[in-house]
Nanobody
Framework: QVQVVESGGGLVQAGGSLRLACAAS????????MGWYRQVPDKQRELVASITRGRSTNYADSVKGRFSISRDNAKNTVYLQMNSLKPEDTAVYYC?????????????WGQGTQVTVSS
């Protein structure tokens, strides 16, 4: 069974930085696409950034130039470095990791971590 655990997040002042991490564990698991999403109350979850196994990246327009996604394939871990944070970045951030486990495709979500940016 694949487990996904997030870490990082917290409270930061506007202009500050935070780094999120998300690790997938499980025997016979190989991660493929990884991504970070965020959600605020009464709104749909939105894609923040994604990265393929070959390290091709995609970013939401609102975070381009401020956020950076990276991964460590050996550790099945994805990171989100968030710089120049703004109050509108406040949300619960979720990671999503897709891959193959025991020959079957899986898509797993992290538990979510709160990011709060004060003005």
């Amino acid at each position: 069974q694949v487990q996904v655990v997030e870490s990082g997040g917290g409270l930061v002042q506007a202009g500050g930085s935070l780094r999120l991490a998300c690790a997938a564990s499980g025997r016979m698991f190989s991660a493929d696409d990884m991504g970070w999403y965020r959600q605020v109350p009464d709104k749909q979850r939105e894609l923040v950034a994604s990265i393929t196994r070959g390290r091709s990246t995609n970013y939401a327009d609102s975070v381009k130039g401020r956020f950076s996604i990276s991964r460590d394939n050996a550790k099945n871990t994805v990171y989100l470095q968030m710089n120049s944070l703004k109050p509108e970045d406040t949300a619960v951030y979720y990671c999503n990791i897709q891959g193959i486990s025991w020959g079957a495709y899986v898509s797993k979500w992290g538990q979510g971590t709160q990011v709060t940016v004060s003005s």
